[in-house]
């Protein structure tokens, strides 16, 4: 037979539509249905690490352990942070779980953090700034004012490039200006913590 | 036969053959599924559902960019939908907003804030979500659909016209394939148009216009809100901690209580003992011995190795030791004279005073002023003024030997010595303490503060 029937071109264009307009409603029902009703999110899925990825050198350390601080002391330490991501994105650096003193402590202690190129978590040996930094701002201000990504500063603007780095260097410093004695006194022994995150988020698309 | 071997032969490449058959049924397949899709995507805009074309792909493999998501608002008395989708409004980085769709993940460490994350991100999202902010419960995902509107807004042109191409080409092939009235098989009767035998099930027209609606919905998509499933990551060090050293805060202690405390003697070396005086206790410890002085010379007691004296002792030995061991906070002077602010210094060295020292405490009434030498002499007519609140008991003047303090001086503060205290024809408003000599007066008036 070389062409096909009546019959059969019949019965085919007659299957044909409800065929289809199955598979769109199949589909649309599984896809939702693993998308939306999974109550759980794949963890570590291959996804993960093959998109967006930032690490750090801090190997585990805190960048600031500081014990027997005294007034008027100041220290520094450089981080250098790297973008692993196949996706364009912004860095930005911001502070969170601020563990403050009864004794406000974090208050006194001020952070300046500056974003450029050179020196690691060893030393800051080589760093120069890349962009101008905010002023030091105690470590209540910071929790207060830069505590999210949206609120985040010294930003980084990465190209999607794996591997691309960058230097976040932390000033700190026991400021004790306008303190009396007495209240310098009353802040011995009291002790402040607090984590330094970096966040990496895909750029907008392009508005069309 | 032989014509009908070779319509056999040539039959499958045939416009009826079963190639483009076969073909046209495809491309029915295709464009009918595509306007399905698109009708699914369409259709529930009109029932109060929103729609959204995902932009990026942080919801990996669940959805993908250039998928529909069709979203609800949540029902007021439903519960948070832990482990599903959502979208909510979110701050954006240029300080704007913009629409996310993350999955909630769990609960946050604060009661009605909820952990969001997108399923493609290692870490959860940085910000807690609550429940106002939700703006639609993702409920259905019709893959795909919105591909055109990401193509159209990425300039992704050649993606764009080879999709227009194969809809066209499947237009196209339906209509040119569908047995009509001039492709009956010879033998057949012609179909009567319109005829409930010969009738196409799709005309040209209507596959045309079903073309249009793909490509107007595909299209139409672009103006939705793009929703965005952006990716992110963080890197952290945590635990940064400052802690606050101690020190010793340099109070007498048990010393206050005394003008005068000694270990080896305090004696008043003046002519006849006269003109000395002393408005406080006098203390010696360990020695006993205090000589010199009219019964009147001294308004309060005198402690000759008391367990009051000794107690004062004991402090005024580990005061000794936590002065000296007092960082410095600037330079230490050779001289002391004008005007001098809190701080610690010292000096490897003999100090003296001269002329006028004045003390601004800057109205801290616990500011502390300490200079330290290995000698310590005031010269004559040198004077130590307290400004702005200083306190004599927080200024103190300590030597590792000897203090001399020599004529028409006045001294306020505590002078703290090793060795012996000498002061001859002056005025201490404070203290003199000697922790192992002896403290001598030569016509000299001590008050305590």
Known sequence: ?208 | MRRASTEARHGWLRRDGWVAFGLGTLAECYLVFALAMTAIAVLPLGFGWSGSVVQTGSMRPHVQPGDVVLSTTLPEDSPVPLGGVVEFRTLAPDGGERTVMHRIVGEGEVRGEWVTAGDANDDVDSDTLTRDEITGQARLLVRWVGLPSIWVRDGMTAHLAGWAAVTLAAIALVAGTWPTRGSTRPGTPPRTPGGPSGAPALTRRTFLAGAFAVTAGGTALVSHEPVWAGFSARTATTSNRFRVGTWPTLALGRVTSFAILAATRVANEAFLGLGSSVGGNVGVSPSTTVTGFWAWDITGSTERNTTTARNARTDALALYDAVRSRPATGPAAATLTGTVRPGVTHRTGAVQVTGTLTLDARGDSSALFVFSGTALTFAAGASVVLANGAAADRVLFLSTSTVSVTDSTLVRGVLLAHGDIAVTRSTVAGRLVSTQGGVVLTRATVTPP
């Open chain 1, 1 to 208: 037979m070389a062409t096909p029937s009546h019959g059969v071109r019949r019965a085919v264009a007659l299957a044909a539509a409800p065929v289809a307009i199955l598979a769109a409603g199949a589909m649309v029902w599984q896809s939702s249905t693993a998308a939306f009703t999974a109550t759980t999110r794949n963890a570590g899925n291959s996804w993960s690490t093959g998109q967006v990825a930032l690490t750090d050198d801090d190997a585990g350390r805190a960048g600031f352990t500081v014990d027997g601080l005294v007034p008027g002391q100041t220290g520094e330490r450089c981080i250098v942070v790297t973008s692993n991501s196949t996706v364009a994105g912004e860095v930005r650096s911001y502070v969170q779980n601020l563990s403050g003193s009864a004794q406000g402590l974090e208050d006194h202690v001020r952070l300046r953090v500056e974003r450029g190129t050179g020196g690691n978590f060893e030393s800051c040996a080589g760093f120069e700034a890349a962009q101008p930094s905010l002023p030091a701002q105690p470590l209540s201000v910071l929790a207060q004012g830069y505590n999210s990504y949206a609120t985040g500063g010294q930003a980084w603007t990465t190209t999607g490039t794996p591997g691309e780095s960058t230097t976040y260097r932390g000033t700190w410093t026991f400021d004790t200006t306008g303190l009396t004695q007495q209240q310098i006194d009353a802040l011995q022994g009291a002790q402040v913590s607090i984590d330094l995150v970096w966040e990496l988020q895909s750029a907008d698309p392009a508005t069309p």
